[in-house]
C-alpha cells in the first residue's frame, strides 16, 4: 500500500503540470454544471424563443379582445342611437304639429279678429276682420293695403280714427256720455251656453241698462269701462294685447269669451258703429252713446255688426 502511493506521489510530481491543467478542467466543468445545470444552449434557446411566442400571443389576445370589445360597443350603441334619433325625428315632428297649429290658430279680440302665430290673446280684437299671417306678415312690410302697425284695417270715412294709449292726453275737462253692457244674445242661445254659468245671464239680458256717465276728455271706452265696472260692482277682467296696442275685454259679470260657443265673446259699439280697434284706442267725445254687447254667433252679425270688422 505504501508502496502503491509512493508511486503515485512520484508520479504527481514527474506530471505536476498536466495533473492540475486536469483538475482545473474538471473544475470548470463541475462549475458550469452547477450554474447552468444539465440543458443545452439549444434548450434556452428554445425557452426563450416560447417566452416572446407568449408575449405575442398574448398581445394578439388583447387586441382581438379589444376588437371584439369595440365591434359589440359599436353594435350595443346602434339601437340606442337608432331609438334617439327616432325620438328626436318623434319631438320634431310633435314641435312642426304644434308649430303648424299654432301658426293656423284664429284669434279675435274686440271687435277685431286676425291670425296669430306667437300671440295669443283671444278671439276677439276689437272689430277687425280675419285675416291668416301671411297678410299678416305683408301687412308689416307694406302699407299698399292701408294697415297701420297693429293691424287696423283702414277706418271707414268720417269716423274717428285710434289715438294710442302712449299718446293719450287727459284733461280735467267733464263730458258725458250713455254707458250700458248686455248679454241679451245669450238668452237665444242657452244650450250654448257652459251649464255653470246659466245663473250669472239676468232676466232680461241686462247687466248694466243705458245710463248717463261722466268722464274726463280724452279718456278712453276701456278707461270708462272700468270705471263704471268699479261703481257698480260688476266684475270685469281685461290683459293687454301689444300686437294690437290695445286692452282686450275676457270677462264682464263673469261671462268670458267662448262661454257661449267659440265665436262667443265681448265687442263694443260706439253710435251705431262697431270699431275695428281695440277699446283703449278710441278716444270717447262728449254725447257719445257706448254698448257694450255679447256676441254668440257670426263675431258680432248677431248684435248688429254689419260685418265683423265693423260697419
Not at 287696423?152 to 287727459?170: A, C, L, W
Not at 268722464?215 to 290683459?239: P, T, W, Y
Request: glycine letters at 6%; proline letters at 5%; aromatic letters at 10%.
Amino acid at each position: 500500500m505504501k508502496s502503491l502511493i509512493t508511486k503515485i506521489i512520484n508520479f504527481i510530481k514527474q506530471h505536476k503540470t498536466a495533473v492540475i491543467s486536469s483538475l482545473a478542467v474538471v473544475l470548470v466543468l463541475a462549475a458550469s454544471f452547477v450554474f447552468f445545470g444539465n440543458e443545452s444552449p439549444n434548450s434556452q434557446k428554445e425557452l426563450t424563443k416560447s417566452s416572446y411566442s407568449a408575449e405575442d400571443s398574448t398581445d394578439e389576445t388583447q387586441k382581438s379582445d379589444l376588437i371584439v370589445s369595440a365591434t359589440e360597443s359599436s353594435k350595443s350603441t346602434e339601437p340606442q342611437n337608432s331609438e334617439s334619433s327616432k325620438s328626436d325625428e318623434s319631438s320634431n315632428s310633435a314641435a312642426d304639429d304644434n308649430k303648424g297649429k299654432t301658426d293656423s290658430g284664429e284669434s279675435f279680440v274686440q271687435n277685431q279678429t286676425v291670425v296669430e302665430p306667437n300671440v295669443s290673446p283671444s278671439p276677439y280684437g276689437d272689430n277687425q276682420s280675419h285675416q291668416d299671417s301671411e297678410s299678416k306678415q305683408e301687412s308689416e312690410s307694406s302699407s299698399s293695403d292701408g294697415k297701420d302697425k297693429y293691424l287696423t284695417d283702414p277706418i271707414p270715412e268720417g269716423k274717428p280714427k285710434p289715438v294710442e294709449p302712449q299718446d293719450q292726453e287727459i284733461e280735467d275737462k267733464t263730458l258725458y256720455c250713455t254707458f250700458s253692457i248686455s248679454c241679451a244674445t245669450i238668452l237665444d242661445n242657452m244650450k250654448s251656453l257652459r251649464k255653470h254659468k246659466a245663473d250669472l245671464v239676468p232676466s232680461d239680458g241686462w247687466i248694466l241698462k243705458p245710463q248717463k256717465v261722466e268722464f274726463n276728455e280724452g279718456e278712453s271706452v276701456f278707461d270708462v269701462l272700468q270705471r263704471v265696472c268699479k261703481e257698480n260692482k260688476i266684475h270685469m277682467e281685461a290683459s293687454w294685447t301689444p300686437i294690437y296696442n290695445s286692452s282686450y275685454v275676457e270677462g264682464i259679470a263673469n261671462l268670458y269669451e267662448f262661454d257661449c260657443g267659440n265665436q262667443s265673446g265681448w265687442m263694443y259699439k260706439v253710435n251705431d258703429w262697431f270699431p275695428n280697434y281695440g277699446c283703449s284706442r278710441y278716444e270717447l267725445k262728449n254725447g257719445d252713446t257706448v254698448e257694450w254687447k255679447y256676441t254668440c254667433k257670426g263675431y258680432g252679425f248677431d248684435v248688429g255688426a254689419s260685418m265683423p270688422m265693423g260697419g
